[in-house]
């Protein structure tokens, strides 16, 4: 169980345009999700948080008007990159948590984008 | 705010061999401790996780950590290296408190030499 899938897992957009990425958990409820982003060789920086039907918290420096997320469910977030640029290209990973008290998150498989 | 530095940012081991990566982490509580392994262009898998009790966890794949608050430290070990375990390994600390956010440390990555 607890298996989280995102789409797509690999994009290839041409700069300016939006791209949406999106994050499901398929055998469980997510009440909060997380976007990482990961550049190459280097570690998973969070994003922002996001909860089932409230505005996501974004982390000091990340662009809530380029990186929009939302979470309208308990198993779906969605990460829109608007105006992508190259500077965006990436690999973007979600995670999902079933609950504090469980302790552990649940992590997709990751989507690369690549801006032209 | 909690943060995680994994010292090692590259390590070489020949097959068979020992490894051990290091991991230090800042955390004003008791904290959720986790071990992931990363391979090229794919996501995380979850090695194991420390939350309370026994302090050396055993994971998949043979290996084992070992939690030692006096040194805010949670090691990774494993006592005989396979080639398949050459990739990108990630220490998190996780933060009950802020819906289990983690927090990674910046990775180190092993290679197994024949």
């Known amino acids: 169980g607890a298996v989280v899938s995102q789409h797509p897992s690999r994009v290839i957009c041409k700069s300016g345009t939006s791209v949406k990425i999106e994050c499901r958990s398929l055998?469980?409820?997510?009440?909060?999700m997380f976007w990482y982003r990961q550049f190459p060789k280097q570690s998973l920086m969070l994003m922002a948080t996001?909860?089932?039907?409230?505005?996501?918290?974004?982390e000091q420096g990340v662009e809530k008007d380029k990186f929009l997320i939302n979470h309208a469910s308990l198993t779906l977030s969605t990460l829109t990159v608007t105006s992508a640029h190259p500077e965006d290209s990436s690999f973007y990973i979600c995670?999902?948590?079933?609950?504090?008290?469980?302790?552990?998150?649940?992590f997709g498989e990751g989507s690369r984008l690549t801006v032209l | 705010a909690q943060s995680v530095t994994q010292p090692d940012i590259h390590i070489t081991v020949s097959e068979g061999a020992s490894l051990e990566l290091r991991c230090n982490y800042s955390?004003?509580?008791?904290?959720?401790l986790f071990w992931y392994v990363q391979s090229p262009g794919q996501g995380l898998q979850l090695l194991l996780k420390?939350?309370?009790?026994?302090?050396l966890v055993q994971g998949i794949k043979g290996f084992e950590a070992e939690f030692k608050r006096s040194q805010s430290s949670f090691n990774l070990r494993k006592p005989s290296v396979h080639w398949s375990d050459a990739a990108e390994y990630f220490c998190?600390?996780?933060?009950?408190?802020?819906?289990?956010?983690?927090?990674f440390g910046g990775g180190t990555r092993v290679l197994v030499k024949p």
């Open positions: 996001s909860n089932e039907g409230s505005k996501a918290t974004y």
């Open positions: 055998d469980f409820q997510a009440t909060t």
């Open positions: 998190a600390v996780g933060a009950p408190a802020a819906g289990n956010k983690l927090t």
């Open positions: 955390y004003g509580a008791t904290p959720y």
């Open positions: 420390y939350f309370s009790g026994d302090t």
């Open positions: 995670s999902a948590s079933r609950g504090p008290e469980t302790g552990e998150l649940f």
